[in-house]
């Protein structure tokens, strides 16, 4: 990022990126699909979840097939949870920026604890790989319900603290009322998603306008804020931590008995014993095994509300174990962008709350 200025005022801002390119799109292609799942984490790795649920949930429509009830909503709950883990190290870490340390503190205890629920799962923290084409690689530990429900319990605690020390605090808000606005018109134009767009004015979220996983059952609210500011920025993402809570609430009151992984032979392993005592279980497992599986030619594309927005991969099969092309539109780039327009003709130290307040992943940026 080279900033122009002229004092400490901000004339123009040029934003180079690449230099941590990846290459995920192109490893995609010398790939099985499975294999592509451990990649999809270290896209926006603070809630790694939700990448591979968005890219599973492509494969998944080209094959055409639903998957069990069970696994829809274990991947509900776990991404609502990655979701606020998500949107607390952005409030933290953004206040840390702006010299409030304390509530750095405050957001990373409920963040760690949401870490040590998901490593029970599947024994993974930052970068799980617990999806997989067709539901999810395990079921959930027995505790789980019970571990979840204490995490209800205490999440709201800490995030009324981090309010109590911000919502009405003259410093905090000086450094981010009116800080970097931006119109609901001109987000739009620049393909804004998430709460950065939503703190526009603008109620659109996936779950509500394109619900999948019985999303359109659970009773959640879209906060949106008025100026689009940094201000607003942080107050749309408390109250989304709130409304997912909600959600993970119903989610668990309703969750379904049953198989937590697709009986589809195209797709899922037939079971050991099979595998021991029959030829065709034994082929099945040998050819998914040795070719992957196998979808249809043709191509889809799947979205999801990530924590910063629609993530989507845009997905090309040629019928072979590899996808042909995979294009991921990753939140923050379409945000990034924008950054030149936001911070021009304000100071230095705006343009560092505003980064902070635009979550800006460079694993997901960079993809």
């Known amino acids: 990022m080279v900033l122009e200025v002229e004092g400490e005022r901000i004339s123009s801002a040029d934003i180079q990126i690449g230099y941590l390119h990846r290459c995920f799109e ?3 292609e010398t790939h099985s699909y499975w294999q592509v799942i451990p990649f999809t984490d270290r896209l926006n790795y603070m809630s790694a979840m939700m990448n591979g649920v968005t890219y599973a949930m492509a494969v998944e429509k080209l094959f055409g097939v639903e ?3 069970r696994a829809q909503y274990i991947r509900v709950i776990l991404s609502e949870f990655s979701r606020i883990a998500d949107h607390l190290v952005c409030i933290g870490t953004n206040l ?19 870490y040590d629920l998901i490593e029970s799962c599947c024994g993974g923290r930052l970068t799980v790989s617990y999806v997989r084409i067709g539901g999810v690689s395990d079921d959930l530990p027995n505790d789980f319900i ?3 429900r204490q995490l209800l319990e205490t999440i709201p605690k800490y995030v009324d603290d981090i309010e ?4 009405h605090n003259k410093i905090f808000k000086m450094r981010t009322e009116g800080i970097t606005a931006i119109s609901a018109e001109e987000a739009i134009d620049w393909g804004f998603t998430g709460p950065v767009l939503r703190a526009c004015g603008v109620p659109y979220d996936i779950r509500k306008w394109f619900p999948n996983y019985d999303y359109d059952k659970f009773e959640f609210e879209i906060p949106v804020g008025e100026k689009g500011d940094v201000y607003d920025r942080y107050l749309v993402r408390i109250e989304e931590i709130r409304q997912s809570l909600k959600i993970i609430r119903q989610a668990l009151e309703n969750l379904p008995e049953g198989p937590v992984q697709i009986q ?8 050991k014993k099979g595998v021991y005592s029959n030829i065709e279980d034994l082929m099945n497992h040998f050819e998914l095994i040795q070719d992957g599986i196998l979808p249809p030619i043709g191509e889809v594309y799947s979205y999801w509300e990530a924590a910063n927005g629609e993530l989507g991969f845009y997905l090309v099969s040629g019928g072979g174990k590899q996808p042909y092309r995979l294009r991921c539109r990753g939140a923050c780039f379409y945000i990034f962008q924008a950054f030149n327009h936001m911070v021009k003709g304000g100071y230095l130290s705006d343009a560092v709350a505003a980064v902070g307040s635009l979550n800006i992943v460079a694993g997901e940026l960079e993809k």
């Open 67 to 69: 998957i069990p009830k």
């Open 264 to 271: 589809d032979r195209r797709i899922s392993l037939p079971p």
């Open 26 to 28: 192109k490893m995609a």
């Open 96 to 114: 840390v920026d702006l010299g409030s340390i304390s509530n750095f503190w405050y957001s990373f205890r409920p963040r760690e604890e949401i």
């Open 164 to 167: 109590k020390m911000n919502r």
């Open 146 to 148: 019970t571990r979840s």
